[in-house]
């Protein structure tokens, strides 16, 4: 395994990790209630430890004295290779839970994989995730689950934001040149695997709550490779703020 | 007056165990609307930062407490009678939790 290929694992599942804990930190103070609030910014929370240790470790592993902190602020947008669908808006909170439930359905198979690979780093980190993500898991998925079976409102919302997001999943299971090698080595599980997984989890979890799957054919592609839906560059611009306005501020 | 109308679902007390074997312990209450909800919001809360191994959350309604105003003859008539205290035995060593 090159050094160079597991960097660029890691930043770009650090990269989704990132940018959703931003996404989450955006709905704090601004909950349903109080609780949620505090739940929805717990999940930030985790996702930004783990954004942490991953792009901690992929610096060291690319040894171009890069820190973490240089890979999150120091990078343009196209240097971003976070899956599209962890940049989408809150655009209410149907949207927000439909991100992250899918997205943890994604991460939960990622990091069990990585949990038993060879690498201490990598599988220290990944066994520490997998119990947090258990857990936004079980949240997230009663969420789906009340919204899609509580009010006519909430119902159309919820199914409005998996409409609206559908496109953003054939992300989670493209393969490129850097999979292959990670498959290769065991760091990772096959496309057509993961798509598997992750069709039968939500087709049975959505049509069970009286939410359906989109048929939607027509999938998003290029985060791998630095592209991004408009979304991104807002973020950025609000997370590197103080980086921009005052380089390599120190206090 | 209007009422203020609470939307935050119903008060649910939580109590934190913090080792197995160990009695409950109030920690707090939280909102929910149901037992599910009310262990979720009470676990992002109250046990973020290893507080406890087990918990419980019991509709604050079902607690049946006592009024502040029979504080007196609920609470004070033990208060002279010393024998009722466990105050004259020795702890042996290596007793903890007591």
């Known amino acids: 395994m090159e050094l160079l290929d597991l960097s660029r694992f890691c930043m770009r599942l650090g990269d989704s990790c990132l940018i959703m804990a931003h996404r989450q930190s955006e709905m704090c103070s601004k909950g349903p209630f109080l609780e949620e609030d505090i739940a929805q910014t717990n999940l930030g929370l985790d996702l930004l430890g783990q954004a942490e240790a991953l792009l901690i470790y992929a610096a060291e592993l690319e040894g171009k004295g890069?820190?973490?902190?240089?890979?999150?602020?120091k990078r343009p947008e196209r240097g971003f290779y976070n899956f599209m669908l962890a940049e989408q808006p809150?655009?209410?909170f149907a949207f927000a839970v439909v991100r992250q439930y899918i997205m943890t359905l994604y991460l939960s198979r990622v990091y069990e994989t990585l949990a038993k690979v060879d690498d201490e780093t990598l599988s220290g980190i990944a066994a520490k995730a997998v119990k947090?993500?258990?857990?936004?898991?079980?949240?997230?998925?009663?969420?789906?689950?009340?919204?899609?079976e509580g009010t006519e409102e909430s119902h159309e919302r919820i199914q409005t934001a998996i409409n609206e997001l559908w496109m953003f999943v054939g992300e989670l299971y493209e393969e490129d040149e850097l999979d292959l090698k990670m498959q290769e080595a065991g760091?990772?599980?096959?496309?057509?695997?993961?798509k598997a997984y992750l069709m039968a989890n939500i087709s049975s979890h959505l049509t069970e709550v009286t939410l359906s799957v989109p048929k939607s054919v027509y999938m998003t592609t290029g985060s791998k490779k630095g592209i991004h839906t408009e979304y991104l560059g807002y973020i950025l611009a609000e997370m590197q703020y103080l980086q921009r306005a005052y380089p390599d501020a120190k206090w | 007056m209007s009422e203020s109308k609470d939307t935050q679902g119903e008060l649910w007390e939580v109590f934190l165990q913090t080792k197995k074997g160990l009695p409950f312990k109030h920690a707090g209450s939280v909102h929910a609307y149901d037992k599910e909800m009310a262990i979720q919001n009470a676990r992002d809360l109250y046990t973020r930062?290893?507080?406890?191994?087990g918990m419980w959350v019991v509709p604050a309604n079902a607690i049946v407490a006592v009024?502040?105003?029979?504080?007196?003859?609920?609470?004070?008539?033990?208060?002279?009678k010393v024998y009722r205290h466990p105050t004259f035995y020795e702890l042996p060593e290596g007793i903890k939790n007591m």
């Open chain 1, 132 to 148: 947090e993500i258990a857990y936004h898991q079980r949240h997230l998925g009663m969420w789906i689950k009340r919204l899609g």
């Open chain 1, 187 to 194: 760091y990772a599980i096959s496309g057509e695997a993961m």
């Open chain 2, 49 to 53: 930062r290893g507080e406890g191994r």
């Open chain 2, 67 to 80: 009024d502040p105003s029979d504080d007196s003859s609920f609470f004070d008539p033990a208060d002279d």
């Open chain 1, 90 to 92: 809150n655009t209410d």
């Open chain 1, 66 to 73: 890069r820190t973490a902190d240089d890979l999150v602020y």
